[in-house]
């Protein structure tokens, strides 16, 4: 049921739900999926009126837009030669530190559970004549556990978990842009009572299309910061939901922790596994595109060394400091980035091999190191042209191009470093549940990996949490008296209706699209993967200024719906700042280059001896990382009345639980509802 009040000159539509979803990517529908599931064993009466999910837009975000060659999903082993445990997955995913236990743990222990699940609905995962689901070593990977349904495997993930959702009659709500998590109560009793939203098709000069879902328990699925970088591969329709969740209260982890690596830039798509191994040529081109320069050649001493690393990119994609030394595959990373900050264009072109200058020769692919040699054999891709070992390895990699009129066949392809996923997020329990009760986190809104972890993880993660977060709230929180029965907000909806209408503002020199440029270059520049403490510090300070502004002076906005890219703008404001701050405190720490990030240092270790700093003209350095920060994670809690608008604690990370019931103990935990 729902109904609809005037409030402040508006028409606001009321929902009441038990259980709210943000979110329509993987996780989320998996979600809503396992919810319907669980109450319906428990005998709940028509579940799918007490779940809905909240969506800005069902063909945005990562997991229908992102992907790679072959997009892995990270998973317990299933080869039936290669033993795995729990126990060893969850020592894999905190091997870099800052990363709790509990948490590894439960995603392991979870892994094979979600994605047979998976599997269940229709994600046509390969397996062989006796159902073996091979694996194959994926990046930070020991052992065979990655497995793909080719480049659109998140993609298929979230539309045949989807179908399940609306086959079970669960309630979208598309065109929801989220404009405000309403809070209610103070302390440890403080939880989210509504989600507020603009209906984006309602939107006119006297309607912001405002709806209210009530709900005792919320699920925030919304994705990744995608709009926070100018050079990014998060598609463009995944924005993110972080700054309204600082503002309600939520805690925050391992901000810091993005991962960044080389993608196409017309078509934001992941280079990483095939495109790289097909060893392709790199090239540099003016603003233009005219002058080609192969800028490569100039720092690696052999065509063999040079042509491996493009090869090792393939697996070794994540842009990392502790491959940059000693020549290995993560300095074409900090090539490209050189080559982009001068202005030049950077392409991979499958139609030509690598070429040679006067120091050094062309291309021959029996002169690759072993392991590249080896691989290349072993596939068969032995093919003169890299477009014909791409075909051969992996003609879907080819066609995700042809879909977007990029044809690999006859164009090159432009590249950057960018912006991919964030490893950090929100703090949760071992439940998925937040520091605000009945609020939980999944996917990539949630802060669950550490410094590094292995490819395709991420997707492991949001389904596991999908489905504990699913149980803890039919467990724990259903059967009791709703916590939102009878709050009255009223009074923060008339708030909330005066913001947006001063957020309109004719005389402002601010407009929402300018304001999102300022805020991803500033991000790109100071918070990217090569990063400097003043910068970081000066970026902080302007991300304030501008938060200022924003508040005291609006948007210029020219139609009604512009209100929604205004809102978008404040959020990602707010954002940054969180970022920002978070990456400032590390680097007083001390904290050096880990993960996919580059702390510059005139007195570390030398890139390369001819890539330059341009203020000193001395040899570009860089600080190693201080693994002694592996053992802590950094929070970080918005509050209004702190200069920064943040305090930062830094905590022990959470070791894995070692307690081992016997069979009957659990039983009896069980069987009484002692294990929520």
Known sequence: MNKTRYIAGQNVTEHHFSTVIVGSGAAGMNCAKKLYEYMQARGFDSPQKQIAVVTAGLPLGASRMSGSDKQTYYKMGTSPDVPDSAESFAQSLTAAGCCHGDLALAEAIGSLRGFYNLIETGVPFPHDHMGTYIGYKTDHDPYERATSAGPKTSRFMSKHLEKIVRRNKIKIFDHQELTELVTHGSGPDKRIAAVVTLNKKQINASDYGLNVFYCDNLVLAGGGPGALYKTSVYPLGQTGIHGLAFKAGLAAENLTESQFGLASTKFRWNVSGTYMQAIPRIFSTDSKGNKPKDFLNDFFPTMSKLATNIFLKGYQWPFDPQRIENLQSSLIDILVFNETSKGRRVFMDFLHNPLGNDKMTDFRIEDLEPEALSYLKAAGAMQKLPIERLEHMNPPAIEIYR???????????????????????????????????????????????????????????????????????????????????????????????????????????????????????????????????ESTQKALVNALELRKSIHHNGFKLKKPRDIVKALQAEHLALTSIAYLKAITELLKMDEGSRGSHLVLDRNGIEIHPDIKDPSTNQPLRFKPENQKLRESILTLQYDENSPDLFTHKVSPVRSAPTERKAFESAWSDYRKNKIY
């Open 403 to 533: 879909e977007h009129n990029i044809d690999l066949h006859k164009e090159p392809l432009e590249i950057a470093v960018c912006a991919q996923h964030n490893n950090g997020g929100f703090a949760v329990n071992k439940w998925w549940e937040s520091n605000l009760p009945h609020t939980f986190v999944i996917g990539e809104m949630a802060g669950t990996h550490g410094v590094k972890r292995p490819g395709g993880s991420a997707l492991n993660a949001g389904q596991v949490g999908a489905q504990r977060a699913a149980e803890f709230i039919v467990n724990a929180y259903f059967n009791k008296n709703s916590p939102v029965s009878g709050i009255d907000i009223s009074k923060q909806l008339e708030q909330l209706i005066n913001q947006l209408d001063n957020l309109n503002n004719k005389q402002s020199p601010l407009t929402a699209d300018d304001t999102i440029k300022q805020i991803q270059l500033r991000m790109t520049v100071s918070g990217g993967h090569i990063r400097e403490t």
